[in-house]
């Protein structure tokens, strides 16, 4: 069974400091990706970062890094230079890519960043 | 230039009542979805749409049932409204077969059963 799993359902970060958001799977299958979403409070649901399961080097997008570590089975989120703007519930997620599931993502509970000035 | 849109934003009804909600993407993907996000934000797959086929069903109450026009769309329609699908439903597509690519997301439709 697949499963994603976020231990931090809050965090609070300072202005312009890095912080790093938890996100741990669970798969037997040997294919997959791993995805950051971000959500405001707006609603949304934002694109941050992918990781591909075969991938040798670590996502990094801007601000946003991803810290894949295979054999932890981990995927952190990493935001350097935290801003105001950040404060959202972030969403860890997991793609099996072969199969029937077709695509579908297994979400993590979330965990709801503030950032405070 | 929205690429996934639905309608609508919100929906506010009474239990019993039937009701949809619209869909559609013009990213030319192949593969469409329905999330449901509940109370304490966590989302799970219902269904899933490749070429107007239905792929996945999970577990979900018969009262609701996709549609799919064709592959730019995909409806939900919901009979019988009960007060626990109170909740954010979010259509979502993809082009399958290409591995590194997210899933866009619609804005959501956030549906309150009274």
């Known amino acids: 069974a697949q499963k994603i799993t976020q231990t931090q359902p809050g965090m609070f970060v300072q202005e312009k400091e890095a912080v790093t958001l938890d996100c741990t799977y669970d798969t037997s299958d040997p294919s997959y990706g791993l995805f950051w979403y971000k959500q405001p409070s707006s609603g949304e649901m934002i694109f941050l970062i992918y990781q591909g399961s075969y991938d040798q080097q670590n996502a990094t997008e801007g601000r946003y890094s991803l810290n894949f570590q295979k054999a932890r089975k981990s995927a952190n989120l990493v935001i350097s230079a935290s801003q105001l703007g950040d404060s959202a519930m972030y969403f860890c997620a997991m793609r099996i890519d072969r199969g029937s599931t077709l695509g579908r993502l297994y979400f993590g509970r979330g965990t709801q960043l503030t950032v405070w000035p | ?114």
């Not at chain 2, 009542?17 to 869909?23: R, V």
């Not at chain 2, 749409?49 to 049932?65: A, C, G, H």
């Open chain 2, 1 to 114: 230039d929205t690429a996934v849109s639905q309608t609508p934003k919100y929906l506010v009804t009474q239990m019993g009542n039937d009701k949809s909600i619209k869909c559609e993407q013009n990213l030319g993907h192949d593969t469409m979805y329905w999330y449901k996000q509940d109370s304490k934000k966590f989302l799970k797959i219902m269904f899933s749409y490749n070429n107007k086929e239905l792929i996945i069903n999970e577990t979900v109450p018969n009262r609701f049932s996709p549609k799919s026009p064709d592959k730019a769309h995909l409806n939900l329609h919901i009979n019988s409204l009960e007060l626990g699908d109170s909740a954010v439903y979010f259509c979502a597509s993809r082009q399958s077969g290409v591995s590194g690519n997210e899933q866009f997301f619609g804005p959501g439709t956030r549906l309150t059963v009274l």
